[in-house]
């Protein structure tokens, strides 16, 4: 089972990024893909996830209105796409699946970095 993170980039704020996330080695139509964060310095800390029936959609506050999750179940695929970037969201982006309980797969990671 691999999830593959990618699309980080070093960015202006106020500049949109577009992370993908392609998840391998099983179905991922059932579970639960989110994306976490960690910080330069900090803990890892989650920043949204979509559910696999409904699609429903959570976020950590500070991104509501900017970032955007997604998924295509059909490619086994998660996106996340962000919009009016801050200096703040300047972290390594790492996507995850779960069972909505735990997460048991760690992509291993893309850099985004986002300069004032």
């Known amino acids: 089972v691999q999830l593959q993170a990618s699309g980080g980039g070093m960015v202006q704020a106020g500049d949109s990024l577009r992370l993908s996330c392609a998840a391998s080695?099983?179905?991922?139509?059932?579970?639960?893909m989110g994306w976490f964060r960690q910080p330069p310095g900090k803990e890892r800390e989650f920043v949204a996830r979509?559910?696999?029936?409904?699609?429903?959609?959570y976020y950590r506050d500070s991104v509501k209105g900017r970032f955007t999750i997604s998924r295509d179940n059909t490619k086994n695929m998660v996106y996340l796409q962000m919009n009016s970037l801050k200096s703040e969201d300047t972290a390594v982006y790492y996507c995850?699946?779960?069972?909505?309980?735990?997460?048991?797969?760690w992509g291993q990671g893309t850099l985004v970095t986002v300069s004032s």
């Open positions: 979509v559910n696999w029936g409904d699609t429903t959609t």
């Open positions: 080695g099983r179905s991922f139509s059932r579970s639960v």
């Open positions: 995850a699946s779960g069972t909505g309980y735990a997460w048991n797969y």
